[in-house]
């Protein structure tokens, strides 16, 4: 399995047609399709063996659920789900807000509004503050999104060697000598990230406990992956017992 790999959608329509061409559409931004359903049984039943990225999902299914119902019935799941309608009316729209909603569609679809669509959704669950729970259960649990040639990009957390600062933004090193942006600075990022996992040793770097290779206690530097970062003298004695009580 790559390390990074674009968004795993989960299309579930009954119309077979628009079916084909949202998968069609959806291919073409450059996201992956891991299914297409048309009944509310095949739907959970896939959702919960596979668990998608993204959901797009009809109101109106084959089945005993409908959409909404399934939306309201896998909102434990933090699984981000934009809604396909028909009918653009406030009491499915105030229904559908039961669920993990992120976004509501009202057929016909063309390309370009859906990469939007996609792309808003995704950028919903970032760092915003009015969101802070959606945040720490969806974005930073396991994974990150990156945007990377247009796409959203999955990232395991474990895979990140360290962030690294720059101004208002934030480079993500990672595994596999890949690197990512990320449009927050790192005082923000901090305060999102796993404790246990990752840790500040300057102002310019945070990084993963557990890739760590070696530590120079005399000179305060730290080894990771052939490069070389300083450790503050003000986040040592912290950074050291971190370290230790991995070992």
């Known amino acids: 399995m790559a390390i990074d790999s674009p968004l795993k959608i989960l299309i ?7 079916a084909l061409e949202l998968e069609m559409m959806i291919k073409e931004i450059g996201y992956q399709i891991i299914g ?5 049984a095949l739907a959970l ?3 919960y063996t596979e668990s998608p990225d993204l959901i797009l999902m009809d109101i109106d ?4 659920l409908s959409g909404l119902e399934i939306g309201a019935k896998i909102q434990h799941l933090k699984i981000p789900i934009l809604f ?5 009316d406030d009491a499915h729209y ?7 909603m992120l976004g509501y569609m009202v057929k016909p679809i063309e390309k370009y509004s859906l990469r939007t669509a996609i792309t808003l959704a995704i950028q919903s669950l970032m760092f915003q503050e009015s969101t802070e729970e959606k945040v720490n259960n ?5 994974f990150f999104f990156f945007k990377k040639k247009n796409i959203y990009h999955k990232i395991p957390v474990k895979e990140v060697l360290f962030f690294e600062a720059d101004d208002k933004y934030c480079t993500a090193k990672m595994k596999n000598n890949n690197e990512f942006i990320l449009r927050q600075t790192m005082n923000h990022l901090e305060e999102f ?3 246990d996992l990752f840790f500040r040793i300057h102002r310019k770097y945070i990084v993963n406990l557990s890739l760590v290779d070696s530590v120079d206690v005399q000179n305060g530097k730290v080894s990771i992956q052939n490069m070389v970062l300083p450790i503050s003298r003000i986040n040592r004695k912290i950074f050291f017992t971190r370290v230790k009580n991995l070992g």
């Open 45 to 47: 039943e896939f959702i």
């Open 94 to 100: 105030k229904e559908a807000q039961k669920s993990y």
């Open 12 to 18: 579930i329509e009954d119309d077979l047609s628009f």
């Open 61 to 64: 299914i084959k089945g005993k």
């Open 193 to 195: 990230l796993q404790k």
């Open 36 to 40: 297409r359903v048309d009944h509310s």
């Open 138 to 142: 969806f974005y930073l649990k396991d």
């Open 84 to 88: 396909i309608t028909s009918f653009g």
